[in-house]
């Protein structure tokens, strides 16, 4: 068992590694060569990697043929939405609290939040939404 969980981490962390490049990509292309606005190339770029996130997290970091997932795949897909929702704000207050209160500079808040949402994804999807019986 803490050998599937080590290749999820791994996987994890491979996948958020990923979805920084394709990120990177997407508002390159949508701002530089497409000439978009940036709402709509962020809008765009959120969609894309909501689709992705979920998709590449569902078939790839915990999927297990032998398993029975508790939800269904509608119902996964609902969840990783709300939590992504979640994610979001946790992300702007913790940056807000680390930066208006705490006077942490910006360089290392970015830093710091990302590396806390990476650990907290990790286990939320893995405890909430993608949990076999």
């Known amino acids: 068992m803490e050998a599937v969980k080590g290749r999820a981490f791994r996987r994890h962390m491979f996948v958020g590694v990923l979805t920084y490049l394709i990120t990177i990509s997407i508002l390159h292309t949508t701002l530089s ?58 992300d702007g207050a913790v940056s807000f609290v680390l930066i208006d209160w705490l006077a942490i500079s910006y360089f290392l808040v970015p830093l710091m939040v990302t590396g806390a949402l990476f650990i907290l994804k990790f286990f939320v999807y893995r405890q909430f939404i993608f949990t076999s019986r």
Do not use: C
């Open 33 to 90: 060569v497409l000439g978009l606005s940036t709402l709509l190339s962020l809008a765009i770029l959120q969609t894309i990697i909501y689709v992705y996130g979920f998709l590449v997290t569902s078939r790839f970091i915990y999927k297990d043929d032998k398993a029975q997932y508790v939800h269904s795949q509608r119902e996964q897909a609902i969840r990783y939405g709300i939590t992504l929702i979640g994610f979001r704000l946790f």
